[in-house]
């Protein structure tokens, strides 16, 4: 199994991965790796790709119901699978923060400190959110009490880490999608270029550092949004729902050793 490793200056007690599309049991077109039960996959096989990502791990990754919503779920040992939720927490060990992707931006998030880690299901929904307030707003509101009273010195004990998603070649969007960023940030119209008759080009990873940044956590690790990175574009290692229509999900996972 292929595991991408996050390369982010945290404590030794944080441990965090990137599934691929590689090591599991799924037939084509899930091939093999696939982690989500709700894309037409044999469950059988999603349940033993499930039990080798966690034995991979280490710990017990908690599987979400992801609506591209801001919804956030704290999480226990005893936190069940299918919480609707588009992030989650933890302050336990042993339990894994785990987001679920094939096109969108998996964020991870640690305290430099060891005290909580969480995660966040960034497609453009969730991340513009209702009004500027979107998932990684919604996750930082929750994550805040547990890291001290003064928001700016708790924001700088943060590490970010952005996981593969969808690069800014191949995510064309409407006009509509980039009206969301700007009426809450004029200046992310640097994440947009034209692209055809109406259309953009989406720089989703810099949305997300931008979102970020605006809450004052700017240790940001991770896809720069670069080729490597792009779902799309490396059809042997990643799943893209937008490329292949019928796809599998990689995951995304932070915990507490």
């Known amino acids: 199994m292929e595991l991408l490793a996050p390369a982010w200056p945290v404590p030794e007690q944080v441990r965090a991965a990137c599934s691929t599309r590689s090591g599991g049991v799924s037939a084509a077109p899930y091939d093999s790796l696939n982690l989500g039960d709700h894309v037409g996959d044999d469950a059988g096989a999603v349940a033993a790709n499930r039990a080798r990502f966690a034995q991979a791990l280490g710990a017990r990754p908690v599987f979400m119901k992801q609506v591209h919503g801001s919804g956030v779920a704290r999480l226990t040992l005893a936190a069940p699978d299918g919480i609707e939720a588009d992030a989650c927490w933890t302050t336990e060990g042993g339990v894994a923060c785990t987001i679920m992707v094939a096109d ?3 964020v991870l998030l640690a305290d430099r400190r060891a005290r909580a880690v969480g995660a966040a299901h960034c497609g453009w929904r969730g991340l513009a959110g209702d009004g500027g307030q979107g998932v990684l707003e919604a996750l930082w509101r929750e994550m805040l009490p547990q890291l001290g009273s003064d928001r700016w010195q708790a924001a700088q004990g943060m590490v970010a880490w952005l996981g593969p998603c969808i690069g800014p070649d191949a995510f ?9 960023f700007l009426q809450r940030d004029p200046a992310a119209a640097a994440c947009f270029r034209a692209h055809g008759q109406g259309k953009f080009l989406a720089d989703l990873p810099q949305l997300a550092r931008r979102r970020l940044q605006a809450l004052g956590i700017t240790a940001i690790h991770g896809n720069d949004g670069s080729a490597d990175w792009c779902t799309v574009s490396a059809a042997s290692r990643f799943f893209s729902h937008r490329r292949d229509r019928v796809s599998g999900r990689l995951a995304a996972a932070a915990w507490l050793g």
């Open 172 to 180: 064309e969007v409407g006009p509509e999608v980039r009206e969301a």
């Open 104 to 106: 969108c931006l998996p």
